[in-house]
C-alpha cells in the first residue's frame, strides 16, 4: 500500500516570491514519483517526474523538485513565481509493479499582486 | 488534437437514475483509469483497465461499473445514483502504466438531487 501527504492544503504568496509546496510519501515497494497542476475546470497536466537517477528534476514552468529517499519527501519549488501558477497541485506516486497512482489532496496556490 | 475525451461535461441525476460516462482516447494507450475528485480531497481512483477485456477495481468501486470492449473507450456506469456519487469524475490514459504519465480528460461533473 502507498500513501501521499500533502502537507500544505493552502499556500498564499506574493508575485515574484519563491514557494516550496511540500510532499511525503509512503511505500512498501518501489514507486515513481510524480507532480500534477489543475488550472481551474480543467483535468491535470503533467508538471514534472522523478523515475530515477538525479534527484533533482526539472520541469514545465521553471518549476522543479528533489527527490529525498530517507526522508521519503519529493517537495515543489518555483524561485519566482507569476500570477499565472495560481491553480491546484497534486503530489502523486505510482507503484512500479501495479502501474496504479495514488494522488494526495491537493495544494492550492494563490499568486497575489 | 489527440487526447483523452469525456462526456458528458456536467450532468444532473435525480436519486436512483442511472447513466454512462463516457471516455474515448486516440492515442493507443493500453492503461485507461476512471478517477472522481472531491472538493478539497484529491483523486480517488474507482476502476482501471490494463487493456481490452481486463478491468480491476481500484480503491472506491462501490456504486460503479465498467467495461473495456475497445482499446480507445472505458465508460463508467453509474447505477441507482445516490448523492453520495455528487463529484467530479476524470477519465485518465497512459502507455503501459508505467514510467509513462497519465493524460488526463476535461472532466464530468455529475451532481446528484
Known amino acids: 500500500a502507498q500513501s501521499v501527504t500533502q502537507l500544505d492544503s493552502q499556500v498564499p504568496v506574493f508575485e515574484e516570491a519563491p514557494v516550496e509546496l511540500r510532499c511525503n510519501y509512503s511505500s512498501s515497494v518501489s514507486v515513481y514519483l510524480f507532480w500534477y497542476v489543475q488550472y481551474p475546470n480543467q483535468g491535470l497536466q503533467l508538471l514534472l517526474k522523478y523515475l530515477s537517477g538525479s534527484t533533482l528534476v526539472k520541469g514545465i514552468n521553471g518549476f522543479e523538485a528533489e527527490f529525498n529517499k530517507s526522508q521519503t519527501s519529493f517537495h515543489l519549488r518555483k524561485p519566482s513565481v507569476h500570477i499565472s501558477d495560481t491553480a491546484e497541485y497534486f503530489c502523486?506516486?505510482?507503484?512500479?509493479?501495479?502501474?496504479?497512482?495514488?494522488f494526495g489532496d491537493g495544494t492550492t496556490l494563490t499568486v497575489k499582486p | 488534437n489527440a487526447g483523452v475525451t469525456q462526456t458528458p461535461k456536467f450532468r444532473i441525476l435525480k436519486i436512483g437514475q442511472s447513466m454512462t460516462l463516457q471516455c474515448t482516447q486516440d492515442m493507443n494507450h493500453n492503461y485507461m483509469y476512471w478517477y472522481r475528485q472531491d472538493p478539497g480531497m484529491g483523486l480517488k481512483l474507482i476502476y482501471y483497465?490494463?487493456?481490452?477485456?481486463?478491468?480491476d477495481k481500484g480503491e472506491v468501486p462501490n456504486g460503479y461499473n465498467v467495461s473495456r470492449s475497445t482499446t480507445e473507450d472505458f465508460p463508467l456506469r453509474l447505477e441507482l445514483a445516490a448523492p453520495s456519487q455528487t463529484s467530479v469524475y476524470f477519465c485518465a490514459s497512459s502507455w503501459d502504466g508505467g514510467a509513462n504519465v497519465l493524460t488526463f480528460g476535461a472532466g464530468s461533473r455529475l451532481t446528484v438531487l
Open positions: 483497465s490494463v487493456g481490452a477485456g481486463i478491468t
Open positions: 502523486a506516486v505510482m507503484d512500479t509493479n501495479a502501474g496504479k497512482s495514488t
